[in-house]
Each structure stands twice: as C-alpha cells, then as structure tokens.
Antibody, heavy 117, light 107 residues
Framework: QLQLSESGPGLVKPSETLSLTCTVSGVSISGSNFYWGWIRQPPGKGLEWIGSVHYGGSAHYNRSLKSRVTISVDTSKNQFSLKLSSVTAADTAMYYC?????????WGQGTLVTVSS | DIQVTQSPSSLSASVGDRVTITCRTSQGISTHLAWYQQKPGRAPKLLIYGASTLQSGVPSRFSGSGSGTEFTLTISSLQPEDVATYYCQKYNAAPLYTFGQGTKVEI
C-alpha cells in the first residue's frame, strides 16, 4: 500500500527557508515513471500546486513560486524534498505531498507550517 | 495560462438531493480534469479523473461529465458524509497543474 508522509519544522522565521521532506513507502520512487508533487493550502483557502519532480531529477514549478522553490529527490532514501526560500507570513499553510498520475491519486496527511518570528 | 473557474463557491442542500458542481476552463482541455473531495482537517481525496472515471472505492452516487471547457461533478443523492469542499483540477499541461477555487457543500 502506497503511503506518503511529510516531515519538517512546523515553525519557520520570516526570510528563512522552509524545508520539508516527503517519505514514500510501499513503492520505489525510482521504480516507477511517476512525478511526485507538493501542494499547499493556506488556512481557510484553496489548494495551490507548488511543483513536481521526477525520480530522474526533472522538476517543474508553479510560475508564481518558481524563483523561491526547489524540489529534489533522493532515491536512496525513497524521499523527495521541498525548499521554499525567503518565506513570509503568506507562506503559512498546510503542505501536502502527493503522487502524480498525472492527477494526484495518493496524498500525505499534510503538515502545517507557520511562518512567524 | 488556462483559467479554471468553479461554481458555486458554496451550496446547501438536503439529504437525498441531487447536487451539481461546475468547473469551466478558459480553453479546451479535452477530458484532462479531476475532482477531489476534502473533508475538514483531512487531505484531499481523488474522486474522479479523466472527467468521468470514478476512482476505485468511490461511491457510485458520485459522477463526472463534460469535455472541452465545461465539466460537472454530480452527487445523485446527497449523504451526510458528503459534507466537504470539492475541487476540480486540470492536468492537460502536465506536469503543470491548476486547481479550481473549491465548492463547499453543506447540509
């Protein structure tokens, strides 16, 4: 059974870099031709796709966040990661990782990240 | 960029009612559209992909239709457990994705 789990700090200071990791279990990231993605949801608001990565390293980002986002994959750990730099309060959100089919068919439970000093 | 517009933003209906949610795109996307259900405090759950294909395990009272620029999600007989926010998502330009604004369904 495929499962995804997000991990990382729940509190990040303004102007710093948000770093999250998604651990995949039940399937090998490098054994399948899927993309793996990050989606976020500010409190009380809708869903926003952040970006996606393929196990080969090819990554694609939401144009509105592209200058601040890096998504990478570590096949040895069966994980992929999100880095969002220069965060502000507007980056406070629930962050989800998901598998792309190319629709999002498996999701992690999400992790809340608050940007505050 | 292709815009995705979902309507209504919220609705209230009674148990047993037929409920319809619409998603419109500014350009044609064939049937590259998915629908998700998000219950409070939970991650979204895939309901429908390819505009009309029901994801495994999803109750048959959910259905999707449409192609091109107009799509609908229908709940044939609303149940209390269907209280949630529903999102459409286009994926014609994979790996670039856009979600609709969401429709909150209440009873």
């Amino acid at each position: 059974q495929l499962q995804l789990s997000e991990s990382g700090p729940g509190l990040v200071k303004p102007s710093e870099t948000l770093s999250l990791t998604c651990t995949v279990s039940g399937v090998s990231i490098s054994g399948s031709n899927f993309y793996w993605g990050w989606i976020r949801q500010p409190p009380g608001k809708g869903l926003e796709w952040i970006g996606s990565v393929h196990y080969g390293g090819s990554a694609h980002y939401n144009r509105s966040l592209k200058s601040r986002v890096t998504i990478s994959v570590d096949t040895s750990k069966n994980q992929f990661s999100l880095k969002l730099s220069s965060v502000t309060a507007a980056d406070t959100a629930m962050y989800y990782c998901a598998r792309l089919e190319p629709y999002f068919d498996y999701w992690g439970q999400g992790t809340l990240v608050t940007v505050s000093s | 960029d292709i815009q995705v517009t979902q309507s209504p933003s919220s609705l209230s209906a009674s148990v047993g009612d037929r409920v319809t949610i619409t998603c419109r795109t500014s350009q044609g996307i064939s049937t590259h559209l998915a629908w998700y259900q998000q219950k409070p405090g939970r991650a979204p759950k895939l309901l429908i992909y390819g505009a009309s294909t029901l994801q495994s395990g999803v109750p048959s009272r959910f259905s999707g239709s449409g192609s091109g620029t107009e799509f609908t999600l229908t709940i044939s007989s609303l149940q209390p457990e269907d209280v949630a926010t529903y999102y459409c998502q286009k994926y014609n330009a994979a790996p670039l994705y856009t979600f609709g604004q969401g429709t909150k369904v209440e009873i």
